[in-house]
């Protein structure tokens, strides 16, 4: 089975450091990553493209560039008149009518924002999704959180883009390993996880020599491989953590490499034991190019 991947950065943006950092204080995390003079961190946000038996899977969208000025400020988008993810596709030659299928992990904008035109093509009326040709994988439950979700986290899902997943006719809802696709069988694992959204569906892509799994919110980065640390945006921050530590027991004996959407200097790494019980990333990756893994 031939399979390959590459990190595709989609727009950046800059989030205030103590959100990303949980109960983390600065005083700790700052040691990782330096705040601008608003407190804020810059993150990636980045796609996952998997190339298998000559079809292309993108795992995410990243941000996109869909909003509108006030809200691309408010969330520190950077170069928001731009759709970066489109531009470094075609960097490594790729389409967006190329690509066969997009999973996503869940649809908070920061993941899913990415399937819409820029604010300024939506202004000239293109308003469809930009990737022509995909199907639309989306857990069962994220999607039911989407459709339905709590006060606490509404703000984080797009108004408009559900109707738009479902008209296209193209929206794959995963509820087991049987909803994959036949021709994906065995090259393709789910692992689904709570701790920050219901129903988060991180992808795991099997039988090339080394996994690769796409970490998702569960481990946005380098500095979130640490067990204790979490997010203020996570749904239960504890849960994370034991999630975080049941998996690293499969992640070490598989020997998996770990691709992270929101670190923003490391793309992939794996995952180091300390003597002392820590964890940490080795063999770290700033980017992958039509890797084979």
Known sequence: MSIKISSVEGNRQL???????????????????TPDVKGRIPLACRSMLVEINGKKILCETGIGAFFEPKLADRFGVENPSRHLLLENLAKIGVKPEEIDEIILSHLHFDHAGGLLPSYDEQQKGHNDLVFPNARFWVGAEAWERAEHPHFRDRASFIPTLNEKLKNSGRLLIIRSENDIPAEYKGAIEFVFTD?????????????????????????????????PITMGYDRFPEKVIDEKSKLYGRIEKENWLLFFTHDPVVAAASLHRTPEGKFEPKATKKELVHAAV
Do not use: Y
């Not at 989030?15 to 990553?33: H, I």
């Not at 920050?196 to 991180?202: S, V």
């Open 15 to 33: 989030l205030d450091g103590g959100a990303m950092f949980g109960n983390a204080p600065r005083t700790v995390w700052e040691k990782w990553v």
């Open 195 to 227: 701790g920050h959204t219901p129903g988060q569906m991180h992808t795991l892509i099997k039988g090339g020599t080394q996994p690769a799994f796409f970490c998702g919110d569960l481990i946005p980065g380098t500095a979130w491989m640490h067990l």
